[in-house]
């Protein structure tokens, strides 16, 4: 079956970075679009960044110039490198892949950015 494993969460100060990964496995990796999407308290999930299987990015507006998503598919595993990090993104961050009609997403790992 399907499994996502994000991890690298953490609580940071503002300015700073952190790196998250997800694992991935029951998926053709190479083949599949990546989305990280992200949660916070009282607040609807949105879409924050998405890689091709061609290696083509796409990232929100809120996160455009200080946030990186790339893949390893080599390792199944997709990053998101957190650049200058704003208390506004605190939230859980999550994977997602779709295969066929169905979404699958990780458990999420915390972002604590303190200001």
């Known amino acids: 079956q399907v499994q996502l494993v994000e991890s690298g969460g953490g609580l940071v100060q503002a300015g700073g970075s952190l790196r998250l990964s997800c694992a991935a496995s029951?998926?053709?990796?190479?083949?599949?679009?990546m989305g990280w999407y992200r949660q916070a308290p009282g607040k609807q999930r949105e879409w924050v960044a998405t890689?091709?299987?061609?290696?083509?990015?796409n990232y929100a507006d809120s996160v455009k110039g200080r946030f990186t998503i790339s893949r390893d598919n080599a390792k199944n595993t997709v990053y998101l490198q957190m650049n200058s990090l704003k208390p506004e993104d605190t939230a859980v961050y999550y994977c997602?892949?779709?295969?066929?009609?169905?979404?699958?997403w990780g458990q999420g790992t915390q972002v604590t950015v303190s200001s």
């Open positions: 029951g998926i053709i990796f190479a083949s599949k679009a």
């Open positions: 997602k892949v779709q295969r066929g009609w169905a979404d699958y």
């Open positions: 890689i091709t299987s061609a290696y083509l990015t």
